[in-house]
Nanobody, 121 residues
């Protein structure tokens, strides 16, 4: 199993960034996919998730600014991040879970290594 994030970087506040996640080694279309993030000195927290039927759920802190999407043909999931704020600075992780919308870390089976997002003020 492989879960690989890409697209992180340094961006100014108010700008946008798009993260991508490529998955392999499991039947992607049967899995919900999620994004989590971890800021320095903080616990990892839920950001967004998309189910196998394309239902979505977001953390309140990113609702209206971030959009999660998936492409089952390519086994990829993306996170479009708009109106970025300095408090969005974190390492962003992609993860896979079975069965419906999941927002708890413990529900996720497979994890990537993360990609750094830094938002400057």
């Amino acid at each position: 199993v492989q879960v690989v994030e890409s697209g992180g970087g340094l961006v100014q506040a108010g700008n946008s960034l798009r993260l991508s996640c490529a998955a392999s080694g499991f039947t992607f279309r049967w899995y919900s996919m999620g994004w989590f993030r971890q800021a320095p000195g903080e616990e990892r927290e839920f950001v967004a998730t998309i189910s196998e039927s394309h239902d979505t759920y977001y953390a309140d802190s990113v609702k209206g600014r971030f959009t999660i999407s998936r492409n089952n043909a390519l086994s990829t999931v993306s996170l479009q991040m708009n109106s970025l704020k300095p408090e969005d600075t974190a390492v962003y992780y992609c993860a896979a879970a079975t069965g419906g919308l999941k927002y708890k870390m413990a529900d996720y089976d497979y994890w990537g290594q993360g990609t750094q997002v830094t938002v400057s003020s």
